[in-house]
């Protein structure tokens, strides 16, 4: 038993020793506000405070801590994408994902499961041949697999050649991982509380001051606070916000819904996506089934869940392993993307001087939460896009200068 | 012999004594009765221990008797995780319990249960993840702890279906208050369906018991019932779960293996209330309940519950279960009250009259097991001081059965479902439903209401309600409803006790002071309590645990409970296995008229889409061979291919020709009647979405095809752009309607002179790139002039009811020519040697015309196209790709893989996507992506296999076969 946990069996009985700060009065002024205490937001503030001492910050968030699509997400983590800026992006935030629970003193369980995308059309395997070449090329593990090492990989998958689409192979990127959601936002924001920065809940944005171009401060549900930065880090809401902000996004939002079973004894080790059925599934660290599909087909701010969709994740789900029929969806919800129109996200610069974005996350936020919050964190701190987030800036739509993931985000987020 | 614990028959039971069933209990033979469930048949055995709990293993049996109970969740072959309380057994059923290692009744894992000091609440977060990478190692111990039951991947799913309906009011529970809702709205006029889950409508008045007497109640039960099954207009559903409630009153049912989807206009939730345990130490022991689990043991299955009980409780709920144990001839030993001055009531006088002592002012303070046996053996009672806090004295009482229960909450699901929000209310010392949206009304229990008269009066108030809500006339309003029946619940049942396992969630083994570390970790808000905790997130979804739970994280947040707030509650209720969600799980697969003569013919198939098409014709293993000789074929003699999957788009009207120029990148205004051109689609980004050909047949008409993959979205962009230019045109999607073949090489025109001698096939007459519409084999055809696989060729399309026969006299009539079928991997290999992209294949997501070099079917000059401004912004910033086609130097090399990547420099320069070995040139041909300075023909670059080795190409121009194109304009 790890000494840690003696420790606390010692201790028994005695109050435990508060993590997360309590309320705090929000002042008046600080030098960089943070809207959205998710784990970008979180992140974004932990890592101020790490690499460039800025520890003046106030992160706000309208609602709870990590409440957000960082509680929503299925947690999967994976860099195996189509774009080189993309594929080197993703692959700089599992490097940090992987040193994060010790970085963070908080065990995030994350979990190198593999990653499986299945395909089912000759169409499917180019892209997945297009995936894994540019992948290697960057030094990501990703490998085209055939029937028989599939069936190595993962048993329980039906490989049936008379199924309605049959499985032809599958792109196999070992390092995909998945990872407690909640555990990363908790684990950001007691590591940032520590050097510092404050995090208000219960306090929402209603407006942004600027003054001749430049941000000024923000109004809030609690007052108005001064602040000489502001970072927007609003997964769901980036449209909104940037529209107090004064500018607009080429986003669309869309719900992106998500169910679990109840918990099963573990058979299921990888990561399972079909691009082609629109559904993925893993096995959780409790033993639940955590399955996902499409986003919903029209745009809606709303966390409402659907039946329809329920029904059609159902049927593929029970095409890839037939025998899970009997086993029950005990919980089904919804997050809200925030889909680009290439599928990657946007980060950097915006019209309005020092207000920053973060945003556009559509179903790939979550793998992307210490890499961009990094990042970030250097862009608000020099003023500067560092090159790894340079291609994503918001200028490129405009220029027509995208960074086609579609191939890659669609589906197994 | 079913049962030491089996009660002499008695009216209401819903077993059938006369017929015996066996099953196997962890390898123990077992008998029932017909209509008893898993978990009454073993408790009419003397069996307790049901299963394991999640974290501790700790023995758990009955608590609610309910489908949404953690604690009887049983194993089934092939079937996890069955709810024993509602399962019936059948003879020869296997049934074993879950989550144990070794045995059910000797797990070796349940040592683990002596550790609890050294694994708070998220004790995981909290180690094992030093030195780096530590969590991978740790991992798979935990996993090999985690879940509940097993799957059998080789179990084979059994038949699943759906069903629609429709209904001016749902009544969710039949219990009195939803009996009476149903009767009332049926009553004035409205068309209703009642859900029950139970196997027969009559809900607590089945199994509790309201006031000393029972008759009265079995007299209003059975007019009730009556009253309801007498209403034509009410449709009764038994043994079914209201799942959901999604928008609009969209309900989802479950009934066995089928599922219900049911608008309903009004929805009336009568779903009940549920009983919340009393937190103290030791009461998860087997054999320790909520009250009506035993009354439901007693009345539903004829079974005693128990030899000698104590009732803990905190209202007259408490007596009322007393007298019933009485009745199910078990000895209660006490009746021991939370409350300090109990309220008298007739129920306890009963209880006192029948000589059973009654303990005020005490609680449980802890559960003892007798013996090795996991059963309660003896309970400790102690007085309560104030909130939580005991006093000294009291004393042990020696039982095997404790009943207990603090209160109850409303079923509030399908209500919050629908947003409404469940919310603490000072005045009941518990929860209830607010802000139920409209169309929806709360009746009884669920309303808060208690006791038998208020319970069928605010029924009759919720039917009211919504015959109203639908516009109809309930009639007179009856007197105001009794309002005295509001049921108050013990403020703080919660005895914290130094030791722990007072469990607050039992699905979850969370204690008192598993959720006040959670808040006093900083986990404050009572949704981060609930996410770090897990309290709520088990099989039940905090039924039994959301009140206690709720009172703890408030009191250690030092918030009032009115801030607290319950958690979201999602759907669905109680679990929808994948199966009835999936119901038929119907795969429709689209075929051509043709396809069995492809069959018949040796064809192997690819999915394409919805529909299947042949590949090549002939055996898998000569696959390389036979797609080179079909395609050969269709160079020397003649081929035949179905091209019915190609979608066909008919666009007619006034405005047809300017709808295709604004739709397409092309010009068509000016195309003359009886010509076809290229169509070429972008989105608004300028990037290539689909293409194909525009046949003018009139001035105002054109048939437009599409590819097989893009018809429904190029369908579907048409009525989509339309929609706001409003131009005159009719859009219909014919792809189903018309199916097609192209008959291509230098001897088709022979070969279709033969069956179409009314057509003049001569080039003057019908050139290259033109349409005729004439008799094909006697049937009226589309002929189309194409040249997408670089020979003289034509498309004919015929409606689909001919596709067989003309498929049959083409093959008859090319007889003397060797006509010969050719599947699509000759065609890719054709159009590829004559440099015509595939869209979707040598495009990807962002590539314009101007990239794939089709620079040509775009017309600048035109005021508007979709994606035409996006092209404008394209050509003021560089290019950085193009389109071109190659040859590999080396004559002898493989084909590289479509995708492979182009390298120069060490860094990713272009990839291939279109590659295939060329019999004509004998050589590998290919389209790849090239930075535009290297797409000129003669350039060098080299192209890296997935296995790393390189292989040289050079540029070369297009088309690789037949530069003039001589041969398919001849």
Known sequence: ?413 | MTGEYRLPPAPGERIDRSRTVRFTFEGGEFEGFAGDTIASALAANGVSTLSRSFKYRRRRGILALSDRDANTLVQLPGEPNVPAAVREIEDGMEVLGQNYTGSLERDRGAWIGRFSRFLPVGFYYKAFYRPSGAWQRWEPVFRARAGLGSVDPAAVPGRFDKKYGFYDAVVVGGGPAGLAAAATAAGAGAEVLLVDDQPAPGGSLTYARFGVDRASQEEELRALVAAVEAAPNVEIMTGAVCEGRFADNWLSIVRGRRLHKVRAKTTIVATGAVEQPIVFRGNDLPGTMLPSAAQRLIRHYGVRPGNRAVVATAGRDGYAAALDLLEGGVEVAAVVDLRQHPDPSPEAAAVAERGIGVVAGHTPSEARRRGRAGRVGAVRVSPILDRGRLGKGGETISCDLLCMSAGTMPAAQIACHAGARLVYDRTLSGLRIDRVPDGMFVAGAANGRHGLGPTIADGRRAGRAAAQALGLDPGEAPAAPDDSGRLRNHAWPIFAHPKGKEFVDFDEDLAVRDLTDAVHEGYDDIELTKRYSTVGMGPSQGRYSATNALRVAAAAAGRSLDEAGATTVRPPVSGEKLGVLAGRGLEPVRLTPMHHRHVEAGARTMVAGDWLRPAFYGPEADRDRLVEEEAAHVRSAVGLIDVSTLGGIEIRGPDAAAFLDRMYTFAYRRQPVGRLRYVLMCDAAGTIIDDGVACRLGDGHFYVTATTGGADRVHREMLWHNAQWRLDVDIANVTAAWCGVNIAGPRSRETLARIAPEVDLSTEAFPYLGVREGLVADIPARLLRVGFVGELGYEIHVPAGFGEALWDRLMEAGAADGIRPFGVEAQRLLRLEKGHIIVGQDTDGLTTPMEADMEWAVRRSKPFFVGGRALDVHDRHPATRKLAGFVLSDADAAAPEECCLIIRDGEIAGRVTSAMRSPHLGRVVGLAFLPPGDAEPGKRFEIRRPDGETVSAEVAPLPFYDPGNARQEG
Not at chain 1, 25 to 30: E, K
Not at chain 1, 160 to 188: E, N, T
Not at chain 1, 291 to 307: E, F, K, V
Request: aromatic share 8%.
């Open chain 1, 1 to 413: 038993m790890p000494l840690g946990l003696i420790g606390h069996g010692l201790r028994a009985g005695r109050r435990p020793r508060r993590a997360l700060p309590p309320e705090a009065r929000l002042r008046p002024r600080y030098d960089v506000a943070i809207i959205g205490a998710g784990g970008h937001g979180l992140a974004a503030a932990y890592y101020l405070a790490r690499d460039h001492g800025i520890t003046d910050v106030a992160v706000l968030d309208k609602g709870w801590l990590g409440g957000g699509n960082t509680a929503r997400n299925t947690t999967i983590v994976r860099s195996n994408y189509l774009t080189p800026e993309g594929v080197r992006f993703y692959d700089e935030s599992i490097r940090l994902f992987r040193g994060l629970s010790g970085e963070l003193d908080f065990n995030i369980l994350y979990s190198e499961r593999g990653h499986l995308t299945l395909a089912h059309t000759d169409a499917a395997l180019r892209t997945m041949r297009w995936r894994a070449e540019v992948n290697k090329h960057l030094g990501v593990e990703s490998e085209m697999v055939g029937l028989d090492e599939l069936a190595r990989l993962c048993p329980p998958l039906n490989l049936d050649r008379g199924a309605r689409f049959p499985i032809l192979g599958a792109l196999h990127h070992k390092p995909g991982a998945i990872a407690r959601h909640d555990a990363v936002a908790w684990g950001y924001a007691i590591a940032a509380a520590r050097r510092g920065v404050e995090i208000h809940q219960n306090t929402e944005v209603t407006g942004i001051l600027t003054e001749k171009g430049r941000v000024t401060g923000v109004e809030t549900s609690r007052g108005r606070i001064a602040c000489g930065k502001v970072l927007q880090a609003v997964a769901g809401s980036s449209s909104l916000l940037a529209a107090m902000a004064g500018f607009r996004l080429p986003i669309q939002t869309v719900p992106l819904q998500a169910c679990v079973t109840e918990p099963l004894k573990p058979f299921l080790d990888p990561i399972v996506v079909s691009g082609s059925l629109h559904v993925y599934v893993s096995q959780s660290a409790r033993g639940e089934l955590v399955m996902g599909g499409p986003t919903d087909p029209y745009a809606l701010y709303s966390q409402r869940s659907t039946l329809e969709w329920k029904e059609g994740l159902a049927a593929p789900m029970l095409a890839l392993f037939p025998f899970l029929a009997e086993v029950r969806v005990l919980r089904q919800w919804a997050g809200l993307a925030d889909m680009t129109p290439d599928f990657s996200p946007i980060m950097g610069l915006t019209p309005v001087q020092n207000y920053y974005i973060d945003a556009g996350w559509g179903t790939w936020g979550f793998k992307a939460t210490p890499v961009c919050g990094k990042r970030m964190a250097e862009t608000v701190a020099t003023g500067k896009p560092p090159s790894p987030i340079a291609p994503f800036d918001l200028g490129r739509f405009a220029a027509f200068r995208q960074l086609g993931e579609r191939g890659a985000a669609s589906v197994g987020h």
